[in-house]
């Protein structure tokens, strides 16, 4: 008999977080709800071993040779899978297996005649420094969500990707494997971050049955510093904008609802191309703040101008700004202006403040 689950774990440098990791699982590894797979990306700790002395014969193990990132990890769960469904798991979060069960034998997920392809389920994120729960992200509602909702989530999504950032999170998420692999969706490897946005966005371009409910069995555990603030000293400026990519993906998939629910027009060709500005024109606002944390000299401030002034030259980049609407996003009007009459020195002087403001 088919498991009704596999719960995919994502490991990279992960050893310090698995003992926890083991609590949320120790009186369940002997569940027959749910296959437990790791897949470590070539970690440089001792993470593979130490999920194997924990985890023993109750899981399953996938090694990379060597370090291929997350999109690798996670498409390799979906290729190895043997299940109705998929989850996925970071490591350093964690997961309440009794809510995840529950999930999976009630009648939504249990029928054996029909299922829904994806299921959206709410989630806490805490700070890890003192393990509070900051917020509850989701819809708090058992119901099937028709085209006409989905829609309307992309388009705030769009709108304010800021503040709705739940919707693309891959994680508290369930994955009909049938409908994943039949139509050969995966997460692109060529992305270094925003790999989520780009999966969702190819995830409900095929029409998916989309359900939400009120099960919350994921909690994201926000560390500081993480992978994100690690990778804002290390990688150049233009390798965090993977959103342009991701984001063109989730205006085409709107294109797809839109023409379905009532046929094409101008005007919505005119919705697509400001929500697409929008989007584009917060996440390069919340970049350029994020990576002036390299900014610990001048002549590390004069390297960060020019990538600044380098990505901001990009007609995509440039021209989002102009059609960018801050009063609505409740973003910067001064830096929205300083971009539209490429004043990069400025930008530059600016995003460093605001970095030194939210992050000391």
């Known amino acids: 008999m088919q498991c009704p689950l596999t719960i995919g774990v994502t490991l990279y440098n992960s050893q310090k977080y698995l003992n926890s990791l083991y609590a949320c699982f120790d009186s369940f590894l002997e569940s027959s709800e749910f296959n437990l797979l790791f ?14 002395n924990l985890f023993g014969d109750s899981a399953k193990y996938i090694s990379n040779i060597e370090n291929l990132g997350v999109s690798k990890s996670r498409n390799l769960i979906f290729q190895n ?16 297996l009794r809510a995840l069960i529950d999930l999976i034998r009630s009648p939504l997920l249990a029928s054996v005649n029909s299922h829904p392809d994806i299921v959206l389920c709410p989630y806490h994120v805490v700070q890890a420094n003192n393990l509070g729960v900051t917020k509850v992200f989701g819809r708090c509602e058992n119901k099937k969500i028709c085209n006409s909702e989905l829609s309307e989530m992309i388009i705030n ?25 039949n139509n050969n969706i995966f997460f692109d490897e060529s992305l270094k971050n925003f790999e989520d946005v780009m999966f969702l966005a190819d995830s409900l371009a095929y029409f998916p049955e989309v359900h939400t409910n009120l099960h919350s069995f994921y909690t994201h555990i926000v560390h500081y510093p993480g992978v994100s603030e690690t990778c804002n000293k290390q990688r150049s400026l233009i390798s965090h904008f993977g959103f342009i990519k991701a984001i063109n ?3 085409c998939t709107l294109y797809e609802y839109l023409k379905i629910l009532h046929g094409f027009s101008p005007a919505d060709h005119d919705l697509l191309n400001r929500l697409e500005a929008q989007a584009i024109a917060i996440y390069t606002s919340i970049t350029l703040v994020q990576n002036s944390v ?3 000299s001048p ?9 600044v002034s380098s990505v ?3 007609r995509t980049v440039h021209n989002s700004f102009l059609a960018y609407d801050s009063v609505v996003a409740g973003g910067s009007q001064l830096l929205s202006f300083l971009v539209k009459i490429k004043c990069y020195l400025l930008v530059t002087l600016l995003c460093c403040w605001k970095f030194k403001r939210r992050y000391g």
């Open 312 to 314: 901001l030259n990009l």
């Open 81 to 96: 899978a043997n299940s109705r469904y998929v989850t996925f798991l970071d490591a350093d979060d964690t997961i309440n």
């Open 249 to 251: 993906n989730m205006k």
């Open 294 to 296: 390299k900014v610990v």
């Open 39 to 52: 897949v470590d990306d070539a970690s440089i700790d001792s993470s593979l071993e130490s999920a194997k």
């Open 157 to 181: 999504y769009l709108q304010l990707p800021n503040r709705n950032g739940d919707f693309v999170q891959c994680f508290s998420k369930i994955y009909s494997l049938d409908y994943i692999q």
């Open 299 to 307: 002549l590390s401030f004069c390297k960060y101008y020019r990538e």
